[in-house]
């Protein structure tokens, strides 16, 4: 059966790259999917921050057997989807690794350009993801990146901002497993800020 492949690339492939394959990953159980995470840094075999740890907890999925890969570990040339959260990330993807530019976006620009088509009326997932990501790569050529496209290394900032920014790597792999293969809900992965009102409404009744 064919595979569609995911490569997620970041930094140190210890905070945003791991957490949106293992996002991905949830969201894909039982679809023929694989998610694999790299970094552009050449850090050894180290494990997730305690932070992406700790969030990673609180949104059902774990990474502590995660340990960093660095991006020429991996050959890219037959993935099907290679997404960085910043533009370094996807030239040294293609520079490095051998990427297809077609295949080849940022995560913010990817969820952005994945408003404005409707997604192929294919019954085989692989199939429509892989014809959506080709529409993609054309649409793009109408819509030019910026640098709003880049979603920030949280590395050594506030642990508000490494929530921010896991909540919106969760709200963004929603939006592309939604998209590429018509995931409906996300089973184990429940938004913190619904979990938090439902917190507020328990308080409230008593």
């Not at 850090?43 to 949104?59: H, S, V």
């Amino acid at each position: 059966m064919a595979t569609f492949s995911i490569v997620f690339v970041c930094t140190g492939n210890r905070f945003r790259s791991p957490l949106a394959e293992a996002f991905v990953r949830r969201l894909t159980l039982g679809l023929p999917v694989s998610t694999e995470s790299c970094g552009t840094l050449e850090i050894d075999d180290a494990p997730a921050l305690p932070e992406a740890l700790e969030l990673a907890t609180a949104y059902g999925v774990d990474l502590s057997s995660h340990r960093t890969r660095h991006i020429t570990d991996l050959s890219l040339r037959e993935v099907d989807l290679v997404l960085g959260f910043e533009e370094a990330h996807v030239l040294r993807a293609v520079v490095d690794a051998e990427a297809p530019r077609n295949r080849a976006f940022t995560v913010r620009e990817i969820d952005r350009l994945l408003l404005a088509p409707e997604a192929p009326q294919e019954t085989d997932p692989v199939t429509r993801a892989r014809r959506l990501v080709d529409e993609l790569d054309v649409l793009r050529m109408s819509q030019p990146r910026s640098e709003a496209d880049d979603l920030p290394d949280p590395f050594r900032r506030s642990r508000r901002v490494y929530r921010d920014t896991a909540a919106e790597i969760r709200d963004l792999s929603v939006l592309l497993t939604a998209k590429l293969f018509g995931v409906r809900d996300a089973p184990g992965l429940p938004s913190l800020r619904a979990k938090r009102e439902h917190r507020r409404s328990l308080l409230w009744r008593r």
